[in-house]
């Protein structure tokens, strides 16, 4: 199996930044497309950014131009560089990863979710 650990959210003032980051481990032989999703009270959740194992990236428009979505392939690890922050921003951030597991019968694939990471814009 794979687990994805999620870090850097808080609470921020708005115009701050906050860097998010999601470390994947486990059974992993590669990972395509990594994503950043987010879920605000009451609201469905939202897909963020997403990158592909060979860096190409996607932003939903309400972020484009404010953040930045990054990866570490060597460490299986995605990043999520939020600047310019609004109070809209505001909801839990959950890192996806889509991934080629190794397993006793070969290669798998599978959808994997982290818990979840608070990010709070307010002043």
């Known amino acids: 199996q794979v687990q994805l650990v999620e870090s850097g959210g808080g609470l921020v003032q708005p115009g701050g930044s906050l860097r998010l980051s999601c470390a994947a481990s486990?059974?992993?032989?590669?990972?395509?497309?990594m994503a950043w999703y987010r879920q605000a009270p009451g609201k469905e959740r939202e897909l963020v950014a997403t990158?592909?194992?060979?860096?190409?990236?996607n932003y939903a428009d309400s972020v484009k131009g404010r953040f930045t979505i990054s990866r570490d392939n060597a460490k299986n690890t995605v990043y999520l560089q939020m600047n310019s922050l609004k109070p809209e921003d505001t909801a839990v951030y959950y890192c996806?990863?889509?991934?080629?597991?190794?397993?006793?019968?070969?290669?798998?694939?599978?959808?994997?979710w982290g818990q979840g990471t608070q990010v709070t814009v307010s002043s």
């Open positions: 990158i592909t194992s060979g860096g190409s990236t």
């Open positions: 996806n990863a889509d991934v080629l597991l190794t397993t006793s019968y070969g290669h798998r694939r599978a959808d994997f």
């Open positions: 486990g059974s992993i032989f590669s990972i395509n497309t």
